[in-house]
């Protein structure tokens, strides 16, 4: 089994990770880490190459309070309602529409009127009664 080397080392600056450390404590993955040390926004110590093998513990932790509280304030807040388009929206209220037809009770008309429109009504929207005009 290989020995791996030390994941934790500390100096007068401070407590070192390295990056496969980092990266788990964190949350991002080790090419973003090498990313934001790149742009200056994380602190490192690099190898020869360029390339950070350290980052500075009270950053990493920064980070990860930082992606917890973002995740904690997602599920806080409600998912957004759906965007019915103009095709559902029109299918939603047809239905509602025949459901009314067939079971709503109007004020206005009343007795043989009412109920006559009633049977207009739900005729008109019933596809199986619906009549083709004259010479289709």
Known sequence: ???RGKLVWQDSDGIWLAPSLAAKRSGLSKPELARR???GALRSIDDQSG???WYLEVEIAKLARDRALAQ???ADRPKPARKLSDAALEAQ???AWKQEAVTRRYAVPTGVA???ERIMIADT???AKAKKPKGD
């Open 114 to 116: 009412a109920h006559m």
């Open 37 to 39: 040390a790149a742009l």
């Open 125 to 127: 929207l019933d596809p």
């Open 51 to 53: 390339q950070p093998v």
């Open 93 to 95: 209220h047809t239905r």
């Open 1 to 3: 089994m290989a020995k």
């Open 72 to 74: 904690q304030g997602k």
